[in-house]
């Protein structure tokens, strides 16, 4: 019952904005390039504002179709899906004037099946966007197309903001919320297009799409006739990333204030013939949302995307990122409500060299990469691999996450010394390797997990032995062997913070904090976190505010990370392993105690942590009555007037499952529901047509017990009355 941010998160977005439940499929991305990059309207130039980019490893500014399908890589999950997604970065502006970047908390996109007719893919060289960066208010004169049965709406609807605040129920605004609290970060929303005219790939004034006529559902302009698959875009902001207690302001990488502003670009890069059998086979019938569910999509999908195609290198020479005096680019913060001009200030592009991300070919004897047991191995060389098995020893194929360290770590834990992969995605033992050697240009397949690595070729082995003597027997974490120790060893240089270290004698048995075991060092990046669950960063935080966190929270996990930023998730990410090095920062909030370091987190298992469970038999007990409830799935429910139950309704800071039973009980209704953590509601029936969801979906802790679960957004657990008399 594992719950991600990403996943509750993205769960969230259908209540809000989705009523109605149609087939669709959504993809997390990570992070590929940050910068004043814009392929779309500043072709082979500096864009006029900083972008968070997701998608292909080769992105830049003159990116067209053909490069975006010849990148090695991407950053979203779908490898099929070389299409590139960018939204605006975000500052806070202190009160001395200065701005401080905010962190991301990563882009989830959704494909979704809305409107009337048959839905044509993406075409090739397509591209367009939603959102205009120069608005500062929300205008109500311009109107998506509409008739007397299917009204319009204000374009300006296309965007939209929630403030998420897990103890709370939100609502969306049009620009940016007036508080900008929002523990569990601020979440940006773009719809985009469905509509187009079927002729043009684009046109800058972006009049080749249209909206639906209720922007996420309803009917094409006659001029834009075609249905495309309608594209909406999820971007997170991690607004507590910054110390705000100075009073200063949020905006957006163009100096909006407002948030009207904001917008998303979307480019093209899909595989047509995946596109053309995922819309068909995913989008137009079933969809649960889950790309597992899609076979089309499944065969690529890489959940290590985040880690297997890293944040690349900047292509702008300028600081982006931490404490700035000017937003990039020359944007003043505006506020409105007239519209702001983009200003397009110069900068300079950095050379690029290597601009598929290719890594350099590997040398015999020379080159090394170091498996997650700590073990080293060296090349060996390229040998043909005919007849019979140059390697006898065990074997595997993995078409999605084939890496050089996962079948070394696959061969060294059978007890083999000598490893090779072959054909991209397979991989051989052995402990001697006698077949001939064979040119290097023979093993020029790339690996299925890492691109940017070789994985032998049509019978070819690319060879490596592990170094013999040196490291030691065995991983000294007992807590290894419950997460996946494969390591993919991605050393990304730009993801890594500077850090001035102060070095500590390496404890023996690690920090000790009460009510929880050290379970050691583990890595941790930027694109794919080691714990998803839950964020907060402190400038007093303590192993001990961390742990209290993840307690009150109902996470198994948890772990701090460079001084002061505290993590906690379910499960440990299989993109974190082990380390020995790097967890040498001091606590903020306490200097005895270590918090992690760069890229490095202390993780810890709570020794408090319950699992949440759905109750089978819940008595309840009026005064007046008895009787007794069981747990009847997790069903769907939308905001506003279509809600699943609808007799009544309570919201209280100590919700539990038998409160609300209790109370529909009482109230002679025999369906009852717990939502959103802190929301019960009854009925004699489940109405608006809502439908079963995965249990594993409603994924929200009860407000007044951590060991139970209470739906999520747009997700309810249902409890039914059990009829007296009836066995069970
Ligand atoms: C962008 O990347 C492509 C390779 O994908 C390369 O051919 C092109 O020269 C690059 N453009 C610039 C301006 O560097
Ligand atoms: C609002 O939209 C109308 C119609 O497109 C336009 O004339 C007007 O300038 C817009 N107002 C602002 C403040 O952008
Ligand atoms: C999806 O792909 C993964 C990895 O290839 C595979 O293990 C899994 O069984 C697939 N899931 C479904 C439902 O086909
Ligand atoms: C082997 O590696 C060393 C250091 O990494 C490097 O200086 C040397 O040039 C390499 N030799 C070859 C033949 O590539
Ligand atoms: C095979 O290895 C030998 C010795 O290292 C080398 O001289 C020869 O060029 C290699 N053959 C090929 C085809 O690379
Ligand atoms: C700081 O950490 C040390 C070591 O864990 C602990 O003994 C001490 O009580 C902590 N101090 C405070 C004020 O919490
Ligand atoms: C809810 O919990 C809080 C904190 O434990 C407590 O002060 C309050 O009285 C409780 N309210 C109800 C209605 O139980
Ligand atoms: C208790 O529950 C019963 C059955 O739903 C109901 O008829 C009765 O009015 C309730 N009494 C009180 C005091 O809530």
């Given at each position: 019952m594992a719950s991600t941010l990403f996943a509750s998160l993205a769960l969230t977005a259908l209540g809000c904005c989705f009523p109605g439940v149609n087939a669709f499929w959504r993809m997390n991305c990570g992070i590929i390039q940050l910068g004043r990059v814009d392929p779309i309207v500043n072709y082979d130039g500096i864009s006029g504002h900083v972008h968070i980019i997701g998608g292909p490893n080769n992105f830049n500014t003159t990116s067209n179709y053909d490069m975006l399908r010849n990148s090695l890589c991407t950053s979203c999950t779908i490898q099929e899906d070389k299409s590139a997604y960018w939204t605006p970065y975000m500052y806070y502006q202190k009160a001395d004037g200065t701005f401080l970047s905010v962190k991301n908390g990563g882009i989830i996109i959704y494909y979704l099946e809305r409107g009337q007719g048959i839905v044509t893919p993406f075409p090739p060289g397509f591209k367009m966007i939603s959102g205009n960066p120069g608005l500062r208010s929300y205008n109500r004169t311009t109107m998506t197309y509409g008739t007397a049965d299917n009204p319009g709406r204000p374009v300006a609807d296309a965007v939209s903001f929630a403030c998420i605040d897990y103890t709370k129920p939100y609502s969306e605004t049009a620009g940016f919320p007036s508080d900008m609290n929002c523990p569990q970060g601020l979440r940006a929303q773009v719809h985009f297009q469905t509509c187009w005219d079927g002729v043009n790939l684009y046109k800058p004034d972006n009049s080749h799409v249209a909206h639906l006529s209720q922007i996420d559902n309803g009917i094409c302009p006659p001029t834009h006739p075609k249905l495309l698959p309608h594209l909406f875009y999820e971007m997170y902001y991690n607004l507590d990333s910054v110390d705000t207690s100075d009073g200063g302001r949020f905006l957006l990488?163009?100096?909006?204030?407002?948030?009207?502003g904001y917008h998303g670009d979307f480019l093209n890069g899909w595989n047509p013939d995946i596109q053309a059998r995922a819309v068909s086979n995913c989008l137009a019938s079933s969809g649960s949302g889950q790309i597992e569910d899609c076979p089309d999509l499944n065969a690529s999908n890489d959940v290590a995307s985040g880690a297997n195609c890293p944040l690349q290198p900047p292509l702008v020479d300028e600081e982006i990122s931490g404490s700035l005096t000017a937003l990039p680019g020359c944007n003043p913060p505006t506020s409105g409500p007239e519209r702001v001009r983009q200003q397009n200030c110069p900068g300079k592009l950095i050379p690029q060299t290597n601009t598929d991300g290719q890594k350099q070919t590997p040398v015999p004897g020379n080159t090394t990469v170091t498996l997650s047991s700590g073990s080293r191995a060296t090349y060996a060389g390229c040998y043909v691999d005919r007849g019979d098995r140059a390697l006898p020893g065990a074997s595997y194929t993995d078409s999605v996450r084939m890496t050089t360290e996962s079948c070394g770590a696959f061969c060294q834990g059978k007890g083999y010394s000598v490893f090779g992969t072959e054909y991209a995605q397979e991989c051989f033992c052995g402990n001697t390797i006698t077949s001939a050697n064979s040119s290097q240009s023979d093993c020029s397949m790339t690996c299925k997990?890492?691109?940017?690595?070789y994985c032998g070729g049509p019978n070819r082995l690319s060879v490596w032995k592990l170094a013999q003597a040196g490291s030691s027997s065995s991983s000294s974490s007992s807590r290894s062997s419950t997460t996946s120790t494969v390591s993919t060893q991605i050393t990304s240089s730009v993801t890594s913070k500077t850090i001035t270290t102060t070095s500590l004698a390496a404890a023996a048995t690690g920090p000790q904090v009460q009510n929880a075991n050290y379970l050691g060092c583990y890595t941790d990046s930027v694109d794919r976190r080691a714990l998803s669950g839950y964020y907060f960063n402190s400038n007093t935080q303590t192993l001990d505010t961390c742990r209290t966190a993840a307690e009150n929270n109902g996470f198994e996990y948890f772990g701090v990370e460079y001084s002061g930023e505290c993590f906690a998730g379910n499960t440990i990410s299989s993109s974190s392993s082990p380390t020995s090095q790097n967890c040498n920062m001091r606590c903020h909030g306490n200097s005895s105690q270590i918090c992690g370091g760069s890229n490095a987190i202390s993780m810890f298992e709570s020794l408090r942590y319950v699992e949440a469970i759905n109750k089978a038999d819940v008595a309840v007990n009026n005064g007046t009555a008895s009787g007794s409830f069981g747990y009847g799935g997790c069903y769907t429910d939308a905001a506003g007037l279509k809600r699943t139950l609808t007799t009544y309704w309570f919201s209280d800071t100590n919700t539990t499952v038998e409160m609300c039973l209790t109370t529909c009980f009482s109230k002679g209704l025999s369906v009852a529901g717990v939502e959103y953590a802190n929301e019960c509601y009854c009925d004699t029936e489940i109405r608006n047509a809502a439908i079963v969801a995965a249990d594993s979906e409603c994924s929200m802790r009860c407000a007044g017990d951590k060991a139970e679960w209470c739906g999520a957004g747009g997700r309810i657990s249902v409890y039914r009355q059990k009829i007296a008399g009836r066995t069970r």
């Open positions: 990488a163009t100096g909006d204030t407002t948030g009207y997990g890492n691109l940017a690595t």
